[in-house]
């Protein structure tokens, strides 16, 4: 499963395109983080690096809910898309 997001917030200053690939393992995720135009940029890159980093567990749970919630109403993820 693959899950694709991008900010809608502060766009002008931040643009954050992120792409997470669900396989058993949850390490497999990819994000890449753009700073525009603010001389804070390494540091702003790395903060938002680790607030993804730390927030990338609830895309991991929705996904999980998901899951389990179809799993559990027989319903088979291929009728979900």
Do not use: F
């Not at 766009?11 to 690939?21: A, C, G, M, Q």
């Not at 980093?53 to 996904?63: E, H, L, V, Y």
């Amino acid at each position: 499963m693959e899950l694709c997001s991008t900010n809608i917030t502060l766009t002008n200053l931040i643009s954050v395109d992120e792409r997470l690939v669900y396989r058993p393992h949850p390490e497999n995720s990819e994000a890449i983080i753009t700073v525009k135009g603010i001389s804070l940029s390494s540091y702003l890159e790395g903060l938002m690096a680790l607030t993804m980093s730390a927030n990338a567990r609830k895309g991991w749970d929705a996904i999980e809910w998901i899951i389990q919630n179809s799993e559990r109403e027989n319903v088979p993820l291929c009728d979900l898309c």
